[in-house]
């Protein structure tokens, strides 16, 4: 199995330099691939940001590619349940930081948009620090 950086997954994804392309979907046809956790956060900023994906379309994009049978995650069902919850509002990074911190009790955020997106998704209340 092989990792890959988030650059090698945004030129499979967005074809938008043919050398590179070419030798990343070489690369997702040959191996076994391994995506960290950083490397999908990172995937998506960059989609959002320099590319101006919708949330909608990222989360379809992202779906597609861990549905490929040789792409491997840290936690599959927790990137299902950060998707469902981005195509549902909640910021993709808030979503995800929220989903690694279902062992918790209480999430402390300043982020007043996090905490009423996030409200009944979780048994971890996200909430206010009390002054």
Known sequence: MIAVDTNIIVRFLTQDDELQFQKSREIFQTQDIFIADTVILETEWVLRFAYKLKPDEICTTLKNLFGLPNIYLTNPSLIVQ??????????????????????????????????????????CEVKKPLT
């Open 82 to 123: 950060l998707i469902q919850w981005h195509e549902n509002g909640l910021d993709f990074a808030d979503a995800f930081h929220l989903a690694q911190s279902q062992h918790c009790s209480k999430f402390y955020t300043f982020d007043e948009k996090f905490i009423k997106r996030a409200k009944g998704l979780t048994q």
